[in-house]
């Protein structure tokens, strides 16, 4: 339950309390960002304390874990920056992995945190999680139950979509959506009485292709609902019907698809998309059934 309780608090402050701009330039913005974590942590060690440790010293149970849990975000987050800086995670799967791996280390702090202030050890936390995977007749309570699908709702719309903007990138050329193309012909007529049969007149034709800025915004928020969709049809084994997810995401850019790069961009994201909602969606009907 606090295991819970604290990698909800760690996602709210990465993916939410975190804005564009402090991603952009972490390093300055890294004070900012640990006060976010500290202040989340310690609302949810104060109210775990409160709530079923009330016998024990709130030093060891609040106060402490609460540094602890900082002081190792601060560490990791310093040296992803270094290594970033030094490996130039401009490549994508570099990104990727540096990604992946920030957020496995900062849940493993979580669980050394429990570990050294709450006696629970990291090996029994991992061997209840595969119990929860793998064992029927699983008994969860009703609040446990709502931080798992707090937890598959935060990875399914925030994380997944921070991963998948990792792996498309920006191209800036590309988010504009296509209106059409229009074709002009200007004509110069010969003259009168032209001077010999050889003199002829002059064509030209111009292409434009219309474009319109794409809405971010709206992007992420169709992104979001469709993985939300994903997931509840995994949950209930409804896997025909997330086609129609796909042929209406087609629908709507087909005019897009005549781009190579566009629709292999497209493509790209629709597919990891599905990936990640497909596979938080087995996971939350095994943690729950």
Known sequence: MLLLSLMVAHL???????????????????????????????IVLAAGWFCFYKQDDPVMSVILPV???????????????????????????????????????????????????????????????????????????IAAILLVILIIFIMGTTVSGHIIKILLGSLPGQLL????????????????????KEDSGLSEQYSYMIFNKHDMSRGKLIGYIERMLVILLTYYGSYPAIAFIVTAKSIARFKQMDDRDWAEY???????????????????????N
């Open 12 to 42: 709210i402050a990465d993916f939410y309390l975190q804005t564009d701009r402090m991603v952009e330039d972490k390093l300055k913005s890294l004070k900012k960002h640990l006060l976010h974590h500290l202040v989340v942590n310690t």
């Open 67 to 141: 540094i602890f849990i900082t002081f190792s975000h601060l560490i990791i987050d310093l040296f992803k920056i270094k290594l970033i800086d030094h490996h130039t995670s401009r490549h994508t799967l570099n990104r990727l992995w540096f990604f992946l791996l920030d957020q496995l280390l900062h849940m493993t702090m979580l669980l050394a945190a429990l570990q050294l202030f709450y006696r629970t050890p990291i090996a029994s936390n991992i061997q209840k999680f595969i119990e929860l995977l793998f064992t029927q007749g699983r008994d969860l309570g």
């Open 177 to 196: 959506t296509f209106e059409g193309k229009y074709t002009f012909k200007n004509e110069l007529k010969e003259p009168l009485y032209p001077r010999n």
């Open 266 to 288: 497209f493509l790209l994201g629709t597919l990891t998309s599905m990936f990640l909602g497909i596979l938080f969606g087995i996971l939350l009907r095994e943690l729950l």
